[in-house]
């Protein structure tokens, strides 16, 4: 049984900083990519970021692409998404994800994840 939870989310006001955990469990790590995602109120799942199951390839959306980075730590069965100088704009329940099958190379579109952690609400507000 696959198993991801998310923590790390929480209030922060603009231009802050928060890290966001995903602990995954039931498979291992290193055989997965990792993707994040978000929906914000009325709004459709969008991508944020994935990270390669080798941890070396990464993507971004245009809209965090030098303010969020992704990594992941193979012993803690755990991967990041750092979040800096957060926007009003971010605020979202973020999600990790999964795809099926091992060594599947997912992008950004939300349709190519197929396990999903709970999310944790980000709000960026002043």
């Known amino acids: 049984q696959l198993h991801l939870v998310e923590s790390g989310g929480g209030l922060v006001q603009p231009g802050g900083s928060l890290r966001l955990s995903c602990e995954v469990s039931?498979?291992?790590?290193?055989?997965?990519?990792i993707g994040w995602l978000r929906q914000a109120p009325g709004k459709d799942r969008e991508g944020v970021s994935s990270?390669?199951?080798?941890?070396?390839?990464?993507k971004y959306a245009d809209s965090v692409k030098g303010r969020f980075t992704v990594s992941r730590d193979y012993g803690a069965n755990t991967v990041y998404l750092q979040m800096n100088r957060l926007k009003p704009d971010d605020t979202a329940i973020y999600y990790c994800?999964?795809?099926?099958?091992?060594?599947?190379?997912?992008?950004?579109?939300?349709?190519?994840?197929?396990?999903w952690g709970q999310g944790t609400q980000v709000t960026v507000s002043s």
């Open positions: 994800a999964a795809p099926k099958y091992a060594g599947l190379v997912p992008g950004l579109q939300s349709s190519e994840y197929d396990y």
């Open positions: 039931g498979f291992g790590l290193e055989n997965y990519a």
């Open positions: 990270i390669s199951s080798s941890g070396y390839g990464t």
